[in-house]
């Protein structure tokens, strides 16, 4: 039995939805007729709804389980879709990208020692992951965002090939009018245009799944929305992204903008990201959520519906509600509410899509009986949680644990608390009484929140990879950093330790195994002059920063020169003083280049070849870093992949 209807746009296979005819290009006639179907099936659920035909009287959970695929080298795998054939078990299924894969679990009731029973069968389906993974060289890991994920990977060849999730990024940027445009700031600043929606591969996350009875949706979803923002602040471990820190959760930020389809304009306009935390506090009835979201956000795809869901009802049968289920899967609400049948009885449950994946299963496990612990210990002050607290402090909540984590100062029914006093004071206590209540075991109780009560009197995974990022790039490359940090994650992930236990990582480990192109040893940080500043400025920037390379770059900000020191020498033996002279008049426009993904033993030949101490690395004419021989030759050419 598997009641989770999973309709995420650009994340599923098509073949494992059965949704073969899902179409994202919109005529006429197929519009007109999903939207009929979309407004029958609000009504048909509003009539279940007052007729008691949803099921209240059972509690079950579910979940969701992405992870990363790496290769020998420790980079994203392109062999997600091998793998998955490998594997051969209904369970799993594709994502957008081709080093991304997921795991469906089957869900089971909230009783017993449920969560202890989730964890053993997840470790069991990710070993079995692991085992077809190392049979093509690659490793399975559990990352929000997998640190050694770099630009080259984010390509359209790195997405998984299927008609449908081209389909899907042809129709976010044709509604946006342009391409995707990613700006966060944290510590570093990430600010980049890119023109596809794989960004959104980057981000991976333990998706939990619990089944609600009817009559309590609203005030359970509000109360949902209520403890996001501290549950999120323990939980995070994304901080990097391209070697930058950003959020202390940083999927939170990628998502929403990645798969964006607003455009903007000269015009203020009130427009709701398809990733949303939402507004207000819901109230009515779930219907009343889903008639919101319809009337908010325009279709992104549609099919043909063979069943009528006001007829299958006049029937005696449970209906689908194919066409709501579809649109509802385009929205991307951190929680989201969604309909579901199994064994023929309908129910309604909240998705919680914002935990990120990892850094151990144990850690997501009491993730999950954290959360479904304060799910069923509401204290009955917040049945109407309008009157306890407002909307926009469970809002700022959430984003400020995305961006701090546990270091953040949350509002909490009008007083100030931090995310730590809030947890082990208010939260903990609820969740105790939650799990005790639903007649979970007590050593599962125990186990499980004694792992969020030490995670937070200790540290968080974020803040683990911060600390010891950090201290990698005190003596190595950025790359190599991101390279070591990646190696530890997975080591530790193997020995089963929670997060909190990890060790420091050793800076002395082989830094070098798994660079062999040339984006993973250029130097990023470029000092630059432009073909009209004047030759002292350039000679003032290489003496103060101790540089024999300066590329110069066109009013476009593309690479139109190089001035070396050498150049600088010759100029004033053969011709004289360099005073007043611009840049374009001694630089040499003969620029012999890289690519990004040119491999080192290539780019090594190519400067031994033309006696050049350095060369630029471009991606369409603009320059993207740059490699002198001091940065090539620490590297052993035969560990270089040809």
Partial sequence: MNYLFLLEIGRQSVSTMGEQNVNLDLNNALRTSFIEHLLTDIKSLEKMLDQGLIEDDITRIG????????????RPS?????????INDPHFTTELARYNLEINLDPIKLEGKCFSEYEKSLDLLLKKAAVSAEEKENRVILAGILPTISKNELGMDFMTPSPRYYALNDTIKAHRGKDIDLRIRGIDQLSIIHDSVLFEACNTSFQMHLQIAPDDFISSYNWAQAISGPLLSICCNSPLLLGRELWSETRIA???QSIDTRSSSFALKDQRARVTFGNAWVSGSIAEIFKDDIARYKLLIAREIEQNSSEELAKGNTPKLQALNLHNGTIYHWNRCCYGVGNGKAHVRIENRYIPAGPTVKDEIANFAFWIGMMMGRPKEFDDMAAVMEFRD??????KAARTGKESVLRWKGEQYSARDLITKELLPIAYKGLERAKIAKEDIEYYLGIIEERVAKETASRWCIRNYRKLKEKHKKDDALLMLTKAMHANQKIGHVSHEWPEVDPCLEAHEAAYMAAHIMSTELFTVTENDLADLATSVML????HHLPVENKKGELCGLLTWSHLEKYRKDVGNTEGLPVSEIMTKDIITVRP????????????KNSIGCVPVTHDQHMV??????????????????
């Fill in 78 to 86: 392109q062999k997600a879709v091998e793998i998955l054939e490998a």
């Fill in 254 to 256: 990628l998502f929403q």
């Fill in 625 to 642: 870093g740059i490699i002198t021989i001091d940065d090539i030759l620490p590297y052993d050419n035969e560990k270089s992949v040809q």
């Fill in 544 to 547: 103060w920063k101790n540089i």
């Fill in 597 to 608: 993904e040119t491999t080192i033993d290539s780019t090594l030949k190519i400067m031994k």
């Fill in 63 to 74: 979940a969701e389980q992405e992870f990363c695929l790496v290769n020998k080298n420790w």
């Fill in 394 to 399: 469970a809002k700022s909540n959430f984003i």
